[in-house]
């Protein structure tokens, strides 16, 4: 594999996409290493990380990196989230393909994150208004998001940095962000499938009278979310 040979799929594309030129890159979950491959031999990135919690991804990792001839410029490293990872600058922290959940647990536990030369790129796969909401409730300024589709699949990519200006939102910001303002048409279909999904998961709970407090949290995050798209 040369490193032009490296061909992103459209969500690890739009990860991409995000990454801040001229950074240093840590990719966390790397599995492959397809992105710090891809952007390091492009040049958008001097050199990266590579960094997974199991030692067979890594594997994985060391295999492309070494078909794209860039051992000079990417190291790996086994770490659980960034526990592993010495304090950076000027870096960009990317963590995709994991659920929103685990990223703000592995970004909240890792205090040199909190600065504000330092990007992060988020891609979760599940849950990502547990990002939203760290990032808004932490003082992380979001810079940009970005959908992409794969099939039936949906996927949203977003980056932020530290500000320290924590933000109160409404109650819908934490499931579109930045998308409420894009016009994108993959954009456009995220957030209707956001909004079916609370709006099923509103029904259900209503049908079960078990949780009157949910019921109403999320018939306020639905009208907030017709509000913002009109
Ligand atoms: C589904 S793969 C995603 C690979 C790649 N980032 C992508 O988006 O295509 C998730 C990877 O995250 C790794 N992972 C899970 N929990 C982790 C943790 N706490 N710290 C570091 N890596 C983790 C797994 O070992 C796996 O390789």
Not at 67 to 77: D, G, K, Q, R, V
């Amino acid at each position: 594999m040369s490193n032009s040979n490296i061909r992103l799929d459209p969500r690890l594309s739009a990860v991409a996409s995000l990454v801040k030129r001229g950074n240093r890159l840590i990719d966390i979950g790397t599995d492959h290493a397809y992105v710090p491959c891809f952007l390091v031999s492009s040049g958008v990135c001097p050199s990266a990380i590579a960094a997974d919690l199991r030692k067979g991804p890594l594997q994985n990792a060391r295999q492309t990196i070494a078909a794209c001839a860039l051992e000079h410029s990417i190291e790996t490293c086994l770490s659980d989230g960034l526990d592993a990872i010495a304090p950076q600058k000027n870096c960009t922290v990317v963590l995709a393909g994991m659920g929103g959940l685990l990223i703000t647990e592995l970004l909240q536990r890792t205090p040199w994150v909190f600065e504000s030369s330092v990007q992060l790129v988020a891609q979760p796969m599940s849950h990502a208004e547990d990002v939203r909401r760290f990032f808004f409730e932490n003082g992380f300024a979001p810079e940009r998001e970005r959908c992409a589709a794969d099939g039936k699949h949906v996927y949203c990519a977003m980056a932020a940095h530290f500000t320290g200006e924590k933000a109160s939102v409404s109650p819908a910001m934490p499931y579109g962000g930045l998308l409420f303002q894009s016009e994108d048409g993959t954009a456009q279909r995220y957030l209707h499938l956001q909004f079916e999904r609370l709006k099923k998961r509103r029904d259900a709970l209503a049908a079960a009278g078990t949780d009157a407090n949910e019921v109403a949290r999320l018939n306020a995050v639905l009208a907030d979310f017709e509000a913002m798209r009109a």
